[in-house]
């Protein structure tokens, strides 16, 4: 790789990933399914890829392999160029329970209608999605990464 070429590190990886298993498992998993593909590359470029690296100049499939498939798939039409951007996604969870009282409605032994206030907690969580990284391919390779500054 040109030494002028950013080289995107991908802490976020875990974050996008859900389930048992790891960021790194999963992308060995996608390594291991399409070896012959990742055997072609140069061994910087799979040093890269195992680390969940991506770089200027990165094929579509290199890039799959590091991160995995898009969550979105934008077109992006300028005066200069036509590219595609492909967007990640996480989702953030906000759980959240509240206490209420409901009316409760029965009928006694007497076979009246009563009802009576009784405290139930009910679950209220929400959930925010949000971009974590966009790529933009221009004429099927790399040319600018984009990712979410947390520190800012």
């Given amino acids: 790789m040109n030494s002028h070429m950013r080289i995107v590190l991908v802490g976020f990886m875990a974050l996008l990933l859900t389930g048992c298993m790891s960021a790194q498992a999963l992308r060995d998993e996608r390594i291991e399914a399409e070896q012959p593909l990742f055997n072609s590359y140069p061994s910087a470029i799979q040093k ?15 890039v799959r392999l ?4 898009p969550d979105q798939i934008f077109r992006r039409t300028t005066r200069a160029k036509e590219s595609v951007v ?9 759980p959240h329970l509240d206490r209420m009282s409901v009316p409760i409605y029965f009928i006694d032994s007497s076979g009246r209608q009563q009802f009576s206030y009784h ?16 790529v933009e391919f221009a004429r099927g390779k790399v040319s600018a990464i984009e990712q979410l500054n947390g520190d800012e």
């Fill in 66 to 69: 590091a991160w995995g498939v």
């Fill in 48 to 62: 890269q890829i195992r680390l969940g690296q991506i770089d200027i100049g990165f094929t579509k499939d290199m």
């Fill in 119 to 134: 405290s139930v907690w009910v679950n209220r969580d929400t959930q925010e999605q949000f971009t974590v990284a966009r």
């Fill in 86 to 94: 492909w967007s990640y996604t996480q989702t953030r969870r906000y």
